[in-house]
């Protein structure tokens, strides 16, 4: 898959965590309020969870995301367009996109999930992975972020070692 990969080199807070000032969280409270937060024109937000029955762990370079479009499209989800993966020491934070839809137009029951093989850019190791839609926002009402979009959370080491 051809991920894009935004790996941040330097230390200190995160690039969502620096912008969110006073504006900053007017502008994202009226993108979830139009119910897309950061896609592209030609792209509608959307989230994911890790498909059950995979066992990620430090060495894990690929996994498989269920991807759910936020905003109503009659019930499908769409093509789903290949995710923006940003890599730091403490986490992975996927974003995943998918084709507009005719959200003006469209009811909304719900959207069937697509499933989508994610390709890490290196293993996993003890990184939390993150759904970048919910990200910016931290803990949220919306039930597609709860709890604060983290999909994935490192077993502690001391489990790890009592495991064998």
Do not use: Y
């Amino acid at each position: 898959m051809g991920s894009t990969l935004r790996q941040r080199t330097r230390p200190g807070p995160s690039r969502s965590a620096r912008a969110a000032g006073p504006l900053a969280l007017a502008l994202l409270a009226a993108a979830v309020t139009g119910g897309c937060t950061g896609a592209a024109d030609g792209e509608a937000a959307a989230v994911w969870n890790v498909a059950p029955d995979q066992s990620l762990g430090a060495d894990s370079t690929t996994f498989t995301a269920l991807v759910h479009r936020v905003g109503c499209n009659n019930g499908v989800t769409g093509d789903v367009n290949d995710p923006t993966i940003d890599v730091d020491k403490d986490q992975v934070v996927i974003t995943f996109t998918v084709s507009s839809g005719e959200p003006s137009s469209a009811s909304c029951p719900g959207n069937a999930p697509v499933a989508h093989e994610v390709e890490l850019p290196e293993a996993l190791g003890d990184r939390r992975l993150v759904d970048g839609e919910c990200a910016p926002i931290g803990p949220s009402e919306d039930a597609h972020c709860d709890p604060d979009g983290v999909r994935h959370t490192p077993e502690e080491p001391a489990a790890r070692t009592n495991q064998s």
